[in-house]
């Protein structure tokens, strides 16, 4: 990193629609960039410098809640861990996720999404006798591969990026799109879930579901966690199709 | 006014918060859940290392149990725990982990048969059990006889999380997000629910319930580097001292973690030394085996913490724009560990510092981590103080962790609390009517309307930013690792006149939704309350226990202050809240204070040592047949919920 | 809090699982058949003799297996790939952004994160939509004259006007079959391998190979055929030679049946490029002429 201080430029998306009146515009604001600066850093400072209306959300600020994602220089991705060094000309445009309600500026309620995402796929384990397991005995054993085998799904932030990433999902409203898929896959690997392949037909097994997504990949490409979101898709296609 | 009824109000949606509602809403009482975020970006996500429970299950674990788990809390706490607590902790993590097993997280798993781990800098080969093939496994961790931390990958407080919140929508317990409680609804000393502002449209709104749960996590944002998220700012902490009538406990025990990253102070967790990386010098010298010869790089975080600071000033730092740091090597590892066991450690060097930590050294300072202070209740979870407001988690002082928590314990602590606090919580569903008065209700729902008029319709004023970077600061030059009266002193009186400055905030922009600065202005004057409480506390302890340590004080002095700060701010327009103690009863402790083992012991001990420990011999003859469990309820009988009385089963010996 | 998932015993359709599966299979076939096709035609580079051979050897084989006679094979052939262009057309035609606002919102989407594989995609829908018309004229004149020979088939190209067709439905159908086989490779997880990132970025590589390899194949022809078709204006309706003593040449020894002097080739070449097509076609083609 060189020492030499650049002044950075930053076209943020701005529209409050809680205020009457207001529209959607682009504003330009001018930081001076410093070492190691991330888009995290960079907003706090316009907010407290320069505009204090600046909505954005941030919680983690270490790439590991999901919060805080939107779209830089037309990549969604997890803007607290993107530094600004990263943009050659200094030119950095931010746009808040598209496909979500917007609460404001760069700030939309993926949480909202993901509950009902969650509600949608049943993101829970599937066993009547989970409530009754006796926790003072030894746990069920696992084996160790599958256990990490679900890590790596479990790993998604539900930060929001396949889902904006995702034509398919702008276009219909209703599609479950590939962090639901995910969470698919992550259960129907999961031997504590007892849901069997017709069960997970009921939920995915349309247009809305596995049968809509058409392959554009935007998901696999802008997944900040990389999860392999072409694999497992294309696996729970060849399981959805086999069901009977 | 809007006004929603509840039996069970729950703020914070964390680990802890969604752990009581699932216990109230199980019990069948009405329950809501209040966050600032979605409750799966709660700070309880970032945890990476791990959660202690006394499986047992890994060849180094092996001789594990709740005994074991005990011995090292109170030691980890400096004898400054509630050991009531600690003996129902421990006794229920091994139930918590189980439980959190069958609801989905995928912790990592013992493979039977050879495996390399590197301990103590050198390649060991160590051989896992056939029959504990498939258990859940864990790893060495700071301040602990045994490897007592079970993990999935780095990426624990997640995998927790998504499963309690799982299970949490299974139920469908509704979480309001985005909804700030920005103060409690009392009458009579009993606490009603809070009033919380929306923040999106603004919105304020009256909770009504019967039982309050304040579980906000911790306060590490009063510090200028910390470990902990943006939200980490204490408000749970502030509404309940602006009753004042609950009380705070311990607030000068802020933990400092040996090893987050220089600059921007994000943690790589204790899992790396766990594992076996190391804290190198300037010159890449091994230093921790001069100063800690036994545990050296896991000794507990603020022994560690204090060491590296310690060998900074000598001057063995690595000089940076930053101020100095020093390394931690994990390279040693390997690339295969450290991709698989360590990958958010990865992730985060990598995006955050541009480096490989399988080539390069990290460069880590000790910061900001835990707040082992927080609301001061019973080991019901009830505020002793205000009826009907229990706390759970980071933001309570159920007093767990005395002066410095182990790593590990945290997360376990939330989710047992949680398990515990919430059949509390649920009882007292059980007995107790809502009868508050509407006109209570009204009043203080008027009183942060006019709050927040006020800071509308001011026209010049302070600059709610500017004074929280102050505060920050003092905090962080002040009230850090090392203290000293002349220090504090001067902390106490800044912090006096920020809290003077914070009544007179003004804003630029006035509208009442979704305005961040509006956001920031309500919580920076609740935020130096407690950065007062916290700093006026350290001020008046003149000894060094666990992570609070007085350089002018550096001797723990059980003879005077074996006690917990209880701090109440009973009249807003004082400059500083009012501190009293509570005793700790050495001739009720099962381990009665000892030396920890780290450094000298200089320790100034208390005549009730000796005593209690004769008494505890005694018991011992009196008893010679009694096993662990027939002796623990001799020396510590807890009141435990019935639900979590039962013994833990472990490979090898069974329920013995 | 019930962990049951099925509230109700009505379940859901299997259908949409079938239209992916006719989606994916008719693509696939026609995705594999053009590479055929595009080999067939492409055989006129190397004349109009080879050309002329491949197309009586697939009539011999149709001969030889059935008894019957040519014109109705090539129906029959034609008849099949126009029904399943027309099943996968329509099912592809569920997928298009039907409204005006979907297709804006597609095109912002686009326009916001340049992403390659949308990109593919949206190509694939427009040399779709250009196909359905211009497929289908082509298709409509194989099964009303199902009459193949290096001069018709010139013929139609340059006296019949046909040739600003056959190069938009060439760029098309290259364009569109070769993304098309790549996307079902991702889209089932085929050839994934170890490491499935990387046998994307394979995949995609011999991809964009096959696109231009065909295209070049395609354009080549064309040019040809236009050149035998300027050539062959004022004699619009002549056949290159009657087909039956074709056939018994073939049959007798095997010989390539050249006459036209007009390409320089020599005999070597000639040789392997009748024989080249020949490896990869019978099978192929006649599988699919037979079975489907
Ligand atoms: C980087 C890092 C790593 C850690 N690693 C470990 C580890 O490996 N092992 C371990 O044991 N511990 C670890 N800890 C500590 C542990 O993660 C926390 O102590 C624990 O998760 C706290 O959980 P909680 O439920 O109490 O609070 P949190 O998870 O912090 O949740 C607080 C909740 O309260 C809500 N909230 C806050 N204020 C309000 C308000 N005013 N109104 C409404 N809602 C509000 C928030 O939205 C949030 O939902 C780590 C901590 C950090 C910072
Ligand atoms: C009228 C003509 C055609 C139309 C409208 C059409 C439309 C489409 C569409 C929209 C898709 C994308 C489906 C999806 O994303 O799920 C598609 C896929 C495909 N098409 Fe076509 N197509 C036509 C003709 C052809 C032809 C002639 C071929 C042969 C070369 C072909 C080969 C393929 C293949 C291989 C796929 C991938 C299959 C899949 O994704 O399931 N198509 N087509
Ligand atoms: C069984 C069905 C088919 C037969 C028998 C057939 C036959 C032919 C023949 C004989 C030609 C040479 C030109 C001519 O005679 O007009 C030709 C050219 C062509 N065909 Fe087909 N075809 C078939 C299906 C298709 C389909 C489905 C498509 C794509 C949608 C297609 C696209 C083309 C193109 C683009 C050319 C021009 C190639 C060039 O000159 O490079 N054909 N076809
Ligand atoms: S799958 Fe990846 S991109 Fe999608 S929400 Fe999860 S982490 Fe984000
Ligand atoms: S981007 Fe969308 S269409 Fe499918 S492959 Fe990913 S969900
Ligand atoms: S703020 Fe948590 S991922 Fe960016």
Not at chain 1, 142 to 147: F, G, I, L
Not at chain 2, 42 to 65: E, P
Not at chain 2, 415 to 442: H, K, R, W
Request: net charge neutral.
């Amino acid at each position: 990193m060189s020492d030499q201080e650049r002044i950075l430029k930053f076209q943020i998306f701005r529209y409050n629609p809680q205020k009457k009146g207001d529209k959607p515009r682009m504003v330009t604001y001018e930081v001076k960039e410093a070492v190691g600066m991330t888009i995290f850093i960079a907003l706090n400072d316009i907010r407290e410098q320069q505009d204090p209306s600046l909505q954005f959300d941030f919680v983690c600020r270490a790439g590991i809640c999901g919060s805080c994602a939107m779209v830089v220089n037309g990549s969604p991705t997890l803007a607290c861990r993107t530094m600004t060094s990263t943009f050659k000309d200094g030119l950095i445009k931010l746009l808040p996720l598209p496909g979500f309600e917007l609460i404001g500026d760069l700030s939309v309620n993926t949480g909202k999404f993901m509950r009902a995402m969650s509600e949608r796929v049943e993101s829970w384990i599937h066993d009547r006798n989970a409530d009754k397991v006796n926790f003072e005995k030894l746990e069920e054993r696992m084996d160790p591969d599958v256990a990490d085998e679900i890590y790596e799904l479990e790993r998604c932030v539900e930060c929001g990026c396949c889902v904006s990433a995702c034509a398919t999902k702008r276009m219909r409203p209703d599609f479950l799109s590939a962090v639901g898929f995910m969470r698919l896959a992550r259960f129907s690997l999961d031997p504590r879930d007892k849901r069997s392949d017709e069960d997970f037909y009921e939920i995915m097994g349309d247009d809305d579901g596995v049968f809509g997504c058409m392959t554009l990949l935007g998901c696999e490409d802008y997944c900040p966690k990389d999860l392999p979101h072409q694999t497992q898709i294309a696996y729970l296609r060849r399981k959805m199709v086999l069901v009977k | 006014m809007k006004v929603i009824y509840t039996d069970s109000l729950v703020i914070g949606g964390g680990l802890a918060g969604l752990r009581v509602a699932i216990a109230s809403m199980q019990r069948g009482y009405d329950t809501i859940v209040l966050s600032l975020v979605p409750a799966k970006r709660s700070h309880s996500a970032a945890a990476q290392g791990g959660m202690q429970a006394s499986l047992g299950a890994t060849v180094k674990g092996d001789g594990d149990d709740e005994e074991v788990h005990f011995g090292d809390t109170v030691r980890g706490s400096d004898w400054g725990c509630d050991q009531d607590v600690a003996r129902m902790f421990v006794n229920t993590a091994p139930k918590a982990i189980r439980q959190l097993t069958a609801w989905g997280v995928p912790w990592s798993r013992v493979s039977a048969g050879d495996r390399e781990v590197v301990m103590n800098g050198k390649k060991v080969t160590i051989t896992e059990k056939k029959e504990a093939h498939g258990l859940i496994s864990s790893r060495d961790f700071g301040g602990t006889k045994k490897w007592r931390t079970c993990f999935t990958s780095d990426g624990t407080g997640h995998t927790m999380l998504y499963s309690m919140d799982n299970k949490a929508i299974q139920m469908g317990i509704p979480v309001h997000e985005r909804k700030e409680a920005i103060a409690l609804i009392h009458e009579g000393g009993v606490c009603y629910g809070a009033i919380v502002r929306d923040l999106i449209t603004g919105e304020l709104m009256a909770y009504v319930a019967k039982a309050t749960t304040i579980a906000t996590g911790g306060y590490g944002r009063l510090y200028a580097i910390t470990t902990n998220s943006v939200i980490s700012e204490g408000i749970g902490n502030a509404i309940a001292l602006e009753t004042g009538i609950a009380t705070l406990g311990n607030m000068e025990a802020v933990q400092f973690h040996p090893t987050a990253i220089v600059p921007v102070g994000i943690l790589t967790t204790e899992g790396c030394r766990g594992d076996g990386g190391l804290l190198l010098d300037k010159d890449g010298y091994r230093f921790m085996p001069d100063y800690e010869p036994d545990k050296k790089e896991l000794a507990s975080r603020d022994v560690v913490s204090r060491r590296i600071l310690e060998h900074m000033r000598k001057g063995k730092g690595v000089a940076s724009r930053y101020g100095d740091h020093i390394w931690l090597d994990i390279t040693l590892l390997g690339r295969k560990h450290i991709e698989k066991n360590l990958r958010e450690v990865k992730e985060i060097c990598e995006y955050f510092l541009g480096i490989d930590p399988a080539k390069e050294y990290i460069p880590v300072r000790p910061t900001q981590h835990y707040s082992m202070g927080g609301i001061r209740t019973k080991a019901t979870g009830e505020s002793q103080t205000l009826k009907g407001l229990f706390a759970a988690g980071e933001a309570s002082c159920w007093d767990l962790h005395g002066f410095n928590r182990l790593g590990g314990n945290s997360v376990a602590e939330t989710v047992v609390a949680g398990m515990i606090v919430g059949e509390f919580v649920a009882d007292y569903c059980a007995q107790n009517p809502l009868n508050v008065s509407g006109t209570t209700i009204e009043y203080f729902m008027k009183q942060e309307e006019q709050k927040i008029t006020d800071l509308l319709t001011r026209d010049s004023g302070e600059n709610p930013f500017e004074l929280k970077v102050q505060m920050q600061k003092i905090m962080m030059d002040d009230v850090g690792i090392f203290r000293n009266a002349k220090d504090l002193e001067k902390a106490v009186e800044e912090l006096k006149v920020l809290n003077q400055r914070a009544k007179n905030i003004a804003l630029r922009n006035r509208i009442s939704s979704s305005n961040p600065e509006l956001v920031e202005a309500i919580r920076v004057p609740k935020m130096i309350k407690v950065a007062q409480c916290i700093a006026y506390g350290a001020m008046l302890r003149t000894e060094s226990r666990g992570a609070h340590s007085r350089e002018d004080y550096p001797a723990r002095n059980d003879k005077d202050w074996l006690k917990r700060t209880l701090t109440t701010w009973k009249d807003d327009s004082t400059g500083l809240p009012e501190v009293t103690y509570e005793d700790l009863d050495i001739m009720k402790m099962e381990l009665p204070p000892a030396s920890r083992g780290y450094g000298v012991d200089n320790t100034v001990h208390h005549p009730d040592t000796a005593r209690r420990e004769a008494q505890i011999e005694e018991i011992k003859k009196a008893n010679p047949g009694a096993d662990r469990f027939k002796l623990q309820e001799l020396l510590n009988p807890i009141p435990i919920p019935e639900k979590f009385k039962g013994k833990n089963e472990r490979i090898g010996r069974g329920f013995k | 809090m019930d962990d049951y998932i099925i509230e109700s015993n009505q379940k859901k359709s299997r259908m949409p699982a079938r239209l992916d599966f006719a989606q994916s299979g008719t693509g696939l076939i026609l995705g594999l058949f053009m590479w055929v096709h595009m080999l067939l035609v492409g055989s006129i580079i190397f004349g109009k003799g080879s050309f002329n051979f491949v197309a009586k050897t697939m009539e011999l084989a149709f001969l030889s297996d059935t008894g019957h006679g040519f014109p109705i094979a090539v129906f029959f052939a034609v008849f099949i790939v126009f029904t399943l262009f027309i099943i996968h057309a329509l099912l592809g035609v569920r997928k298009f952004p039907i409204s005006w606002k979907q297709h804006r919102i597609l095109r912002d989407q686009m326009q916001m994160m340049n992403h390659s594989d949308t990109t593919l995609w949206y190509i694939q829908v427009v040399t779709g939509f250009l196909m359905f018309f211009a497929g289908s004229v082509h298709l409509y004149i194989m099964l009303t004259h199902p009459d193949i020979d290096p001069f018709i088939s010139a013929d139609r190209i340059i006296s019949g006007n046909m040739w600003p067709l056959y190069l938009i439905l060439l760029i098309c159908v290259e364009l569109h079959g070769t993304i098309g086989l790549y996307r079902l490779c991702m889209k089932w997880g085929w050839f994934a391998g170890k490491d499935a990132k990387k046998s994307r970025q394979t995949m995609k590589k011999m991809k964009n190979r096959a696109t231009i390899f065909f295209l070049t194949i395609g354009i080549l022809a064309l040019l040809v055929f236009i050149v035998i078709g300027i050539k062959h204006r004022d004699r619009v309706g002549e056949k290159y030679n009657n087909h039956a003593a074709v056939v018994e040449q073939v049959q007798a020894d095997e010989a390539i049946p050249v006459k036209e002097e007009i390409q320089a080739l020599e005999e070597g070449q000639e040789k392997e490029a009748a024989h080249e097509p020949e490896a990869i076609q019978p099978s192929d083609v006649t599988k699919q002429y037979g079975v489907t």
